[in-house]
């Protein structure tokens, strides 16, 4: 067993609305990660809840005739419904209305105040009530938009509470810049050291009782409530112990990740973490944010119309489906897209064709040549052995991509394992050599093939922890062996028990086929129609060799990008290492193949396009967030540039 401890935690979410996506993303990827570390041996504390104050809150409970704690009451259940739905194992759920937490909120601001860290003073400012955060003027978008959500901002002058943020400025930088794994991926580390090359302003920590009464009051004044954000970052303290439980909450904090979205970094990587230093306590380990689920190009809303319910996608495909969709499509750090059609492929792709068809193939052989029960087989040959080592690597291969987070990758390792095994059965031909009464080799084929199974269905129980019970039971392992799934045990695999007995269950993921118009539709067996999960209808679309379609294109995101900085890599004659600001306090690492053509002299202050979206890479020793636009023939070269002064860096191109 291990000695380690993890303590993961998703963002607390507001109770306006009901969950979507989103949501649903952050905390299934908790729950994976949380799983994954306890099938490691690790400790493990996962926390989820909900943010149940502020502005938001107190409109939508005026808007449904409700108190705000009825608005939260009536919300907070949609949230927990869900996950138990989608079998969520968090070990506690915090709501910020809790005593527990207001307690620990309430204590902290008495101490803060009492060490002249915060200060009352009189504020103008441009407040966004959706973000329920103030903004100065210069960053403002065309005097009156919010930078985060666009929506236009009020204007406010009066008498607030500032916490002395503007303080730890130098100190932030300082320990942003000396602990790489603090704030993940990297590029996002980069986005809030840009952020910081402004001065840092202080933080107005309160709201008066005459604008906002819903929220928790200042101790030092009962004229005035906790601003949401301040009352709410304190949850992943509050919940594990500080102030209440020291040993608890030293066991588990500095070993915390945070899980957050992207469009959350700030508050978490900066007004987060100058509060925790002010407090007197250790940072987290790591903030993690992660991208957005994309329809198309374009973020999800409820002003689009385009939001996906996960309630919806778990009734309509099943729980685990949806799940492995969502940790096998978005690589953690970047968007991805959403669409029912990339769902179905994968579905049918990954879980039916390949994962799916080698169970039914390993266990329908067995059960026909065997009775279900294989014996003890002779000596394995090389194919099998190779077999067996392949899915072994896979276990380390995912742990490495888990302790990385890229978990789509490691997911992508198991399932390479699973095509391998499907590859194995077409060139030993098990069918083949059980007409020939080939008994020894036949037992050995299916042992191999077996041993793979239940590798492969360990590494995706944390996944898949429904289906993949199903599998296992269906290999014959007992409900104590079923359940126990752990690295140690799969690093060190040894043969498993010849009294098993496979059993034949109904298909773990049939077909979903989509219906094409009636009158092109054939006729399809009984049999095979009781299997199939129907889909809506959708046009089939061919698309010609060697073109795309636009929703395709717009997969690509293309910005405009300033270049800050640019040097030269020793050892590396074609590459240039470039800064490029994306806009918003995006400045990102950006490796070029354009050294023969351009000195770093020669890049600085243009304005590139870039692609946005691609996947990070490390190269030559530089991590690399996008590719630059260059247009290229046999004898030159020239970088796509925008024409004309005055264009700022992150604009959408297209």
């Known amino acids: 067993m ?3 401890t993890f303590y993961v935690t998703t963002p607390i979410y507001y109770v306006n609305d009901k969950p979507h996506i989103g949501h649903a993303y952050t905390t299934v990827l908790a729950d994976v990660l949380a799983r994954y570390h306890r099938a490691a041996g690790d400790d493990v504390w996962f926390l989820t809840g909900t943010d149940e104050h502020g502005q938001k809150v107190q409109k939508a409970a005026e808007k449904n005739g ?4 009825e608005q939260c009451d009536s919300t907070v259940v949609r ?37 002249d860290l915060i200060y009352k003073a009189e504020y103008k400012g441009y407040y966004c009530v959706a973000c329920e955060r103030f903004f100065t003027e210069k960053d403002l978008v065309d005097g009156k938009l919010c930078p985060d959500c666009q929506r236009e901002v009020d204007t406010i002058v009066e008498s607030n509470y500032f916490f002395r943020m503007s303080k730890y400025q130098d100190w932030l930088i300082q320990y942003i810049t000396e602990h790489s794994d603090f704030i993940q991926p990297a590029f996002r580390a980069n986005e809030t050291l840009g952020f910081l090359r402004k001065p840092l ?3 107005c920590i309160s709201r008066p009782k005459s604008r906002l009464s819903w929220g928790i ?30 040993a608890r909450f030293e066991r588990y904090w500095t070993s915390c990740m945070h899980l957050i979205g992207k469009d959350i970094l700030t508050t978490h990587s900066v007004y987060w973490p100058t509060m925790l230093h002010a407090i007197g306590l250790p940072m987290p380990k790591t903030i993690f944010a992660h991208g957005w689920w994309l329809t198309g190009s374009r973020k999800m809303s409820k002003s689009l119309g385009n939001v996906v319910n996960p309630m919806d996608m778990a009734d309509k495909y099943g729980v685990d489906a949806f799940r492995y969709f969502l940790l096998a499509a978005m690589t953690p750090g970047n968007d991805a897209s959403f669409t029912e059609e990339d769902f179905l492929q994968r579905f049918n792709t990954d879980l039916a064709n390949d994962l799916g068809n080698l169970l039914s193939r390993v266990v329908k052989l067995s059960i026909k040549n065997f009775g279900g029960k294989l014996p003890a087989p002779p000596p394995l040959q090389p194919l099998e052995m190779e077999l067996v080592s392949k899915a072994g690597l896979a276990v380390k291969q995912l742990e490495c991509e888990l302790n990385a987070m890229r978990l789509d990758r490691g997911i992508g390792a198991v399932m390479n394992v699973v095509r391998e095994a499907n590859k194995f059965l077409e060139r030993t031909a098990p069918w083949t050599l059980a007409k020939e009464g080939k008994t020894e080799r036949l037992a050995a084929v299916l042992f191999a093939a077996s041993q793979t199974l239940e590798i492969v269905s360990a590494l995706l129980f944390p996944i898949m922890p429904e289906k993949m019970t199903l599998l296992r039971r269906s290999l014959g392992l007992s409900e104590e062996e079923i359940t126990k799934v752990d690295f140690a045990s799969l690093r060190e695999y040894a043969a498993g028990s010849p009294t098993r007995t496979m059993v034949d269950l109904p298909p773990l993921f049939p077909r979903i086929v989509v219906e094409k118009p009636e009158e092109d539709a054939p006729a399809k067996p009984e049999k095979q129609k009781k299997q199939e999960v129907k889909a809506p209808k959708a046009r089939d679309t061919v698309v010609p060799e060697g073109m795309v379609t636009i929703e395709q294109f717009f997969k690509t995101q293309l910005r405009t990008a300033k270049v800050l900085e640019a040097e030269r890599i020793e050892g590396k004659t ?19 193949g354009i050294a023969q053509q351009y000195a770093p002299e020669d890049v600085v202050g243009k304005t590139i396009i870039v692609v946005a979206n691609l996947m990070p890479a490390k190269i030559a020793g530089f991590e690399s967030c996008g590719m630059l636009l260059a247009a290229k023939s046999e004898t030159s070269l020239k970088l796509v540039t925008v024409d004309g002064g005055g264009c700022e860096p992150g604009l959408t191109v297209g």
């Open 79 to 115: 949230f927990q419904e869900l996950w138990k739905r989608l079998g969520i194992t968090n070990d506690d759920f915090i709501r910020t209305t809790e005593e527990r937490h207001k307690k620990i909120v309430r204590a902290i601001l008495q101490d803060l105040y009492d060490r």
């Open 201 to 203: 302003e202080d933080l």
């Open 2 to 4: 291990s000695n380690s």
């Open 574 to 592: 074609r590459l240039l290492h470039l800064k490029v600001d994306l806009g918003n306090g995006d400045v990102r690492s950006l490796v070029a």
């Open 217 to 246: 009051e200042l101790p030092f004044d009962a004229d005035y409530v906790c601003y949401v954000w301040f009352d709410a970052l304190i949850n992943y303290i509050s919940a594990i112990g500080y102030g209440v439980d020291r």
């Open 66 to 69: 409700m108190t705000p704690l």
